[in-house]
């Protein structure tokens, strides 16, 4: 301890998260002396001496840390707890996601700036009732692009918000077609607020670890505003400069757009999604038939593609209603015979297609099984090692011999009545949460009689 204060032995001791914890003594004058917090990134040590409350409970000398300052300025911006209430990923994805939004909101800079010269704006000829006419049907398509976009799907949010902003800083080149042009690009924005709302969404529930979603996405806020705050600071002195060069004014945009794209790339990277959806499950899956092994988070997350179209060639449907299936009796006691899953999955082999109904008691792990079925059912047609009794039944899927699909599915279910078993337990201690899915499953459910005692997941 500081100061060489002859002290006692270690009186009693206080902990932060998971951090190291700090003790505390009895200094010879009575007072206590506690070792002050070592924090991990600054190297800060040193003790401290608080005196005794009194009765009132107003003592002398509070406890706290030589740190109080920056401890207030973190606490603004991060997460309380932070790190051990965040995923490991966290720090890294973050600053790369700052980077992404400083650039962007340069580039967004430069954007406004052109659309105002296309509106008129120091224009004396302009007209103020032409130049609001073109904003609201600007808007308005970007209203309409919004509600469509939030029924389909996406997420090529940054890329497209990148296009967007490249058309407005073009539109003043092209006077004739600059209502239709910002319209375009307006569309291509609300598009891109939908994909990157639900996407950092997701990532919000990834990164909070003690039911702080709140408090993840708000310092998430804080963050996002401080950044874009350095961005129209940046923005005031750079804009006199690219005024009335259009050639400079597209030069730094395809600068900071490298850079917005660059860090966009780093920070998806950075991230390690513990949850399987299609892509991650097919990854993990295929190292398994190959190898035996279970690929844990972190290289699944670094092998997966950024791009969608790299998935299996097997289109899978999970969660089908059960009457688009079936059309008779004998149907569906070919999709109940010889196993007692609560699901039933049809195998379409002419078009590699493979649909699955869910039982009313269907959880979790029942749903990675049927979609690790069907997964399996689409190894049968490629190439690449298998273990043996798939070897076998892929053989005769390669060669044509004729064999119902529905009795191709029957003996998968025996094959993954001793393979799923194991690859689960390889998930579970790989690091995997399978409790929970990113797998896109419709909300149809079903139930069947003609099963025998089903089992449930």
């Given at each position: 301890m500081a100061d060489g204060a002859s002290l006692e032995a270690r009186l009693c001791s206080e902990q932060y998260g998971s951090g190291a914890a700090r003790g505390c003594c009895a200094a010879v004058d009575g007072s206590l002396q506690w070792e002050a917090w070592g924090w991990r990134w600054w190297g800060f040590s040193?003790?401290?001496?608080?005196?005794?409350?009194?009765?009132?409970?107003?003592?002398?000398?509070a406890p706290a840390t030589a740190s109080a300052p920056l401890s207030r300025l973190l606490a603004l911006f991060l997460p309380q707890g932070f790190p051990d209430s965040v995923s490991p990923d966290y720090l890294p994805y973050q600053l790369w996601d700052s980077v992404q939004a400083f650039a962007s909101s340069l580039?967004?800079?430069?954007?406004?700036?052109?659309?105002?010269?296309?509106?008129?704006?120091?224009?004396?000829?302009?007209?103020?009732?032409?130049?609001?006419?073109?904003?609201?049907?600007?808007?308005?398509?970007?209203?309409?692009?919004?509600?469509?976009?939030?029924?389909?799907?996406?997420?090529?949010?940054?890329?497209?918000?990148?296009?967007?902003?490249?058309?407005?800083?073009?539109a003043p080149v092209y006077p004739i077609c600059f209502t239709m042009i910002v319209c375009i690009s307006n569309l291509a924005k609300c598009i891109v607020s939908v994909a990157g709302g639900a996407t950092r969404a997701a990532l919000t529930m990834h990164q909070a670890r003690r039911n702080n979603m709140a408090d993840v996405s708000a310092k998430d806020s804080s963050q996002e505003t401080l950044v874009n705050l350095a961005g129209l600071l940046?923005?005031?002195?750079?804009?006199?400069?690219?005024?009335?060069?259009?050639?400079?004014?597209?030069?730094?945009?395809?600068?900071?757009?490298?850079?917005?794209?660059?860090?966009?790339?780093?920070?998806?990277?950075?991230?390690?999604?513990?949850?399987?959806?299609?892509?991650?499950?097919?990854?993990?899956?295929?190292?398994?038939?190959?190898?035996?092994?279970?690929?844990?988070?972190?290289?699944?997350?670094?092998?997966?593609?950024?791009?969608?179209?790299?998935w299996p060639s097997v289109s899978l449907s999970l969660g089908v209603p059960l009457h688009c299936l079936i059309s008779s009796v004998s149907e569906l006691q070919q999709l109940v015979e010889g196993h007692q899953e609560p699901y039933l999955l049809r195998w379409n082999q002419s078009q590699n297609q493979v649909q699955v109904v869910l039982s009313q008691m269907a959880g979790p792990e029942t749903v990675l099984r049927a979609a690790t079925h069907g997964l399996v059912l689409g190894?049968?047609?490629?190439?690449?090692?298998?273990?043996?009794?798939?070897?076998?039944?892929?053989?005769?899927?390669?060669?044509?011999l004729a064999k119902e699909s529905w009795v191709i599915v029957r003996e998968t279910h025996h094959v993954l009545d001793k393979l799923f078993p194991k690859f689960l337990k390889g998930l579970q201690d790989a690091g995997w949460k399978t409790e929970k899915h990113q797998l896109e499953v419709d909300e149809w459910r079903a139930t069947w009689l003609l099963s025998p005692e089903k089992k449930f997941l």
């Open positions: 040193g003790a401290f001496t608080a005196k005794p409350e009194g009765p009132d409970g107003g003592g002398e000398g580039s967004g800079s430069l954007a406004t700036h052109a659309v105002l010269l296309g509106l008129g704006v120091g224009d004396a000829k302009a007209s103020v009732s032409a130049a609001t006419a073109t904003w609201l049907v600007k808007d308005s398509t970007g209203m309409l692009g919004r509600i469509i976009f939030a029924w389909w799907k996406g997420l090529f949010a940054d890329i497209l918000n990148d296009v967007a902003m490249f058309l407005e800083i073009m940046v923005s005031l002195l750079m804009l006199p400069l690219v005024s009335g060069c259009p050639s400079f004014s597209l030069g730094c945009f395809f600068l900071f757009t490298a850079l917005h794209i660059y860090a966009n790339y780093r920070a998806v990277r950075a991230l390690v999604i513990e949850t399987l959806n299609e892509g991650r499950l097919w990854l993990v899956l295929k190292h398994f038939l190959q190898r035996g092994e279970v690929l844990g988070p972190t290289s699944a997350n670094r092998m997966e593609p950024l791009w969608t179209g790299f190894a049968l047609r490629r190439d690449g090692p298998l273990p043996r009794e798939l070897e076998e039944l892929r053989n005769q899927v390669q060669a044509g």
